[in-house]
């Protein structure tokens, strides 16, 4: 998240928009985007870990009720460009990879 914060000024000239989506509840949560300082960067809370694996394919640890990081870029219109899914600290989408992709779509429309 705090990749894509930095590289918001790009992203903005793509038009492109960044959400992360918590398990944690809504203040847990607003905690955790005030320590990371992120500013456009929207986060929402308070996800159902099984809800969203059934909507995804994101997989979840039971155990810890989470979810592993899961990565989407949406070109216009919604349809996924882009999936990538971690089950570790690694792997993830970057902001320079999304910068890529996105131009890469729009270039393509």
Known sequence: MVDFNGAASLLKVLDAKVVALSVDDKDTTALLADNLQLGPVRM??????AEVSSVTGAFIESERGILH????????????AQACYST????RITAIDTLRILRFVQRAK
């Open 44 to 49: 929402l809370h308070s996800a159902d870990p």
């Open 69 to 80: 990081a899961t990565g989407f870029i949406l070109a216009p219109g919604g349809k996924v």
């Open 88 to 91: 570790g600290p690694i792997g």
